[in-house]
């Protein structure tokens, strides 16, 4: 399956996601939707990104916006993680790269010496005909959900 690209439909793709949740992209037409990808449940930066998306929640609803969160973590730990932080938005279980793929998030990481295949911490803004309208690759959290508050609010 080919990557997304800026300008143009994103082809419709089915998840799974927390609450019990299928997440299909064409079900949201209609809605502006973020989609932001993440390395992992419970770090640090990946927390205080969520909190970030969580506390601007209200302003998103108004603007006609659904976040999802991403990552290849299971269920479980995004049940948790969801619980834990109250973040009023679903979180997707990637455990197959399917998403991470079609958006092109996946990058040759470096820790502690030890190269590795990782999620590159990336967003995506999709209009409402499903037309990805912006995209933040290789995104440092400081800062970023107001980025992309202001995108939306520029739709």
């Given at each position: 399956?080919?990557?997304?690209?800026?300008?143009?439909?994103?082809?419709?793709?089915?998840?799974?996601?927390?609450g019990?949740?299928?997440?299909?992209?064409?079900?949201?037409k209609?809605?502006?939707?973020?989609?932001?990808?993440?390395p992992?449940?419970?770090?640090?930066?990946?927390?205080?990104?969520?909190?970030?998306?969580?506390?601007?929640?209200?302003?998103?609803?108004?603007?006609?916006?659904?976040?999802?969160?991403?990552?290849?973590?299971?269920?479980?730990?995004?049940?948790?993680?969801?619980?834990?932080?109250?973040?009023?938005?679903?979180?997707?279980?990637?455990?197959?790269?399917?998403?991470?793929?079609?958006?092109?998030?996946?990058?040759?990481?470096?820790?502690?010496?030890?190269?590795?295949?990782?999620?590159?911490?990336?967003?995506?803004?999709?209009?409402?005909?499903?037309?990805?309208?912006?995209?933040?690759?290789?995104?440092?959290?400081?800062g970023?959900?107001?980025?992309?508050?202001?995108?939306?609010?520029?739709?």
């Open positions: 399956m080919p990557s997304v690209e800026l300008n143009k439909p994103v082809p419709d793709f089915e998840a799974p996601a927390t019990d949740q299928t997440i299909r992209l064409d079900n949201l209609g809605q502006n939707v973020v989609i932001y990808f993440y992992k449940d419970n770090t640090p930066g990946c927390t205080t990104e969520g909190q970030d998306f969580r506390d601007r929640m209200k302003q998103f609803e108004e603007l006609d916006t659904v976040i999802l969160g991403v990552s290849r973590d299971g269920l479980k730990a995004h049940e948790n993680f969801r619980a834990k932080h109250e973040f009023p938005f679903h979180l997707i279980s990637d455990k197959d790269e399917a998403l991470c793929n079609l958006f092109n998030v996946i990058k040759l990481k470096k820790l502690y010496g030890k190269e590795y295949m990782g999620v590159d911490r990336s967003t995506f803004l999709i209009d409402k005909d499903g037309v990805l309208r912006a995209e933040w690759r290789g995104v440092k959290v400081k970023h959900a107001d980025e992309v508050l202001e995108a939306v609010q520029a739709l």
